[in-house]
T-cell receptor, first 114, second 119 residues
Framework: AQKITQTQPGMFVQEKEAVTLDCTYDTSDQSYGLFWYKQPSSGEMIFLIYQGSYDEQNATEGRYSLNFQKARKSANLVISASQLGDSAMYFC???????????FGKGTMLLVSP | DAGVIQSPRHEVTEMGQEVTLRCKPISGHNSLFWYRQTMMRGLELLIYFNNNVPIDDSGMPEDRFSAKMPNASFSTLKIQPSEPRDSAVYFC?????????????????FGDGTRLSIL
């Protein structure tokens, strides 16, 4: 079975600083996809960034980047220059080859302070 | 482009009543997912459809829950009869699933959710 572990229930960061949100995964598959979603207090789930297991480069999307270490089975989200609007719950998720479904972690709550 | 559209946004009803949640996926997407989110259990996949056909409903809690997708642009999740423990946020998501998988994966795009309260 696939498993996503997010060990940080909560993280605090000051505005304009960078923050790393941890995600480790457990799978025996060779091919899979990793996703990060943001859920602000308003409740919607917003797709942020995707990393394929065969991608040679770490994914980047604006201020978001994914620190992908395949051998360690980790896919940490890095947010550079944090903004107050980044305060939200962040979920890491994985999708297996040939399957449509995602396995989600329990999430990390990020609070950005002025 | 319009995203996934869910209705209603909020629903408050009494125990025993029938509840119907609605979802319009993104045009062109061939996979649709229903999730439930609670503080205790996090995000749970209830059921998903591929090309309007239910593929995996193992997450549906019990017979009180049913889901349909009569066409590519509409799905419903029905709870009958509803119980207080069904109170949660229900999300619908859609994506494009490439047959055979491949090395690229399209993300699931979520609707804004329906906040359901059963009194």
């Amino acid at each position: 079975a696939q498993k996503i572990t997010q060990t940080q229930p909560g993280m605090f960061v000051q505005e304009k600083e960078a923050v790393t949100l941890d995600c480790t995964y457990d799978t025996s598959d060779q091919s899979y996809g990793l996703f990060w979603y943001k859920q602000p207090s308003s409740g919607e789930m917003i797709f942020l960034i995707y990393q394929g297991s065969y991608d040679e480069q770490n994914a980047t999307e604006g201020r978001y980047s994914l620190n992908f270490q395949k051998a360690r089975k980790s896919a940490n989200l890095v947010i550079s220059a944090s903004q107050l609007g980044d305060s939200a719950m962040y979920f890491c998720a994985m999708r297996r080859t040939g399957y449509s479904t995602l396995t989600f972690g329990k999430g990390t709550m990020l609070l950005v302070s002025p | 482009d319009a995203g996934v559209i869910q209705s209603p946004r909020h629903e408050v009803t009494e125990m025993g009543q029938e509840v119907t949640l609605r979802c319009k996926p993104i045009s062109g997407h061939n996979s649709l997912f229903w999730y439930r989110q609670t503080m205790m259990r996090g995000l749970e996949l209830l059921i998903y459809f591929n090309n309007n056909v239910p593929i995996d409903d193992s997450g549906m809690p019990e017979d009180r829950f049913s889901a349909k997708m009569p066409n590519a642009s509409f799905s419903t999740l029905k709870i009958q009869p509803s119980e207080p423990r069904d109170s949660a946020v229900y999300f619908c998501a859609s994506s494009y699933h490439t047959p055979g998988g491949g090395k690229g994966y399209q993300p699931q795009h979520f609707g804004d959710g329906t906040r359901l309260s059963i009194l």
